[in-house]
């Protein structure tokens, strides 16, 4: 990163310290079927009553990013006005013969591949212009996967605020302390976007950390 | 007849020869033809980011399915001069890349990398 583009960084940062900016736009991470679009669709729904994408067991089903705009959350006295980016699945290679089986037909698998790709730069190039993420990680599976350790990478090295939401503690195998144990450096909120559990301290940290 | 892998164990003196690009370039190019790299010293962040990103531009349907990537987390380098400077003071780790077809993860941890390499047909 260059020095000139730090020194800008830093600077958008003090800016934010002195006037207290209180908007913040965030982008919801994590590697395909993390949940993630469940919890932006939860999100969006709680504090501004809207759906804002679908959702299957098939991998990469948000294939384009989703931008809710001026969604306020209030919590604890702390209030936030978050513009909302639902991004595509990050992914470091896509087999199309992998949608097929989910019963996907040879073409719509193609397709899907092709489109998955585009939403994998999609999500990169998004990394941009946010001021803080939302990981998500299904807390069923090994956290030291690529795309997780590649995004904490990129948010230290932009010291952009992190939040991890450790998502599917309604299922059995769900070991939110794994994920803790590999990124000790950053908070970390167990959740079920699904049901709901433990959401409203979610919405606390939210509007601590990027408040 | 059994079939080789070949292997390229590349040098943290040649990787610091390399602008950002050049290193992708050479992952990409012999990832495509079957190579594993291990890089002694890995990307940074944002190489590794970019990495991703022209790999997908890459994939082909029935040629090439991207790639399987394990490094370790950054070890970041805290100095009052980086501080304020903003930069950053990240160390990168050794990386191992491989065909997404043919290297697969089999766990990993801190301290840790286990890899299996399949030959294929």
Redesign the interface.
Same mark, same amino acid.
């Given at each position: 990163?260059s020095?000139i583009k730090?020194?800008r960084?830093?600077f958008a940062v003090w800016i934010k310290w002195i006037f207290g900016k209180k908007r913040a736009r965030i982008g919801i991470y994590g590697p395909p079927n993390a949940g993630k679009t469940t919890l932006a669709n939860r999100i969006v729904k709680d504090w501004s009553g809207m759906d804002i994408g679908g959702i299957s067991n098939v991998p990469h089903e948000t294939r384009r990013a989703m931008r809710t705009d001026g969604v306020v959350i209030n919590s604890n006295g702390s209030s936030v006005e978050l513009d909302i980016v639902d991004t595509p699945g990050? %992914?470091? @290679?896509?087999?199309?013969r992998e949608f097929m089986a989910y019963g996907l037909e040879e073409e719509e698998a @193609?397709r899907r591949?092709?489109e998955a790709?585009?939403g !994998?730069?999609e999500a990169?190039k998004w990394?941009e212009d946010l001021d803080g993420i939302l990981l998500v990680m299904d807390s069923t599976e090994?956290p030291?996967t690529?795309v997780n !350790?590649?995004v !904490?990478?990129?948010m230290? %090295?932009? @010291?952009l605020p992190l939040l991890i939401v450790a998502n599917k503690m309604d299922l059995p195998k769900a070991s939110p302390s794994r994920i803790k144990a %590999?990124?000790p450096q950053h908070p970390l909120v167990p959740i079920s976007a699904l049901e709901g559990s433990n959401i409203d301290e979610l919405y606390s940290a939210i509007a601590r950390h990027f408040g | 007849m059994m079939r080789e892998v070949q292997m390229d164990l590349i040098s943290a003196e040649r990787l610091e020869t390399m602008s950002s690009m050049e290193k992708i370039r050479l992952i990409l190019n012999k990832v495509k033809r079957g190579n594993i790299v291990v890089l002694e010293l890995g990307l940074?962040?944002?190489e590794?980011?970019k990495l991703?990103?022209m790999?997908?531009?890459e994939?082909r349907?029935d040629e090439f $399915?991207?790639?399987?990537?394990? $490094?370790?987390? !950054?070890k $970041?380098e805290s100095t009052f001069l980086n501080k304020i400077?903003?930069? $950053?003071g990240?160390k990168t780790r050794m990386t191992v890349i491989g065909p %997404?077809?043919q290297l697969r993860t089999v766990e990993?941890? @801190?301290y840790q990398i286990s890899t299996k390499v399949s030959v294929g047909d």
């Open positions: 990163m020095v730090s020194l960084m830093n990050m %992914a470091t @290679k896509i087999d199309f @193609k591949a092709k790709t585009e !994998v730069i990169i990394l090994d030291y690529q !350790v590649t !904490v990478g990129n230290e %090295a932009r @010291k %590999a990124f | 940074t962040p944002e590794e980011v991703i990103e790999t997908m531009t994939i349907l $399915s991207g790639i399987e990537i394990e $490094s370790y987390p !950054v $970041s400077l903003g930069k $950053s990240v %997404a077809n990993k941890d @801190k």
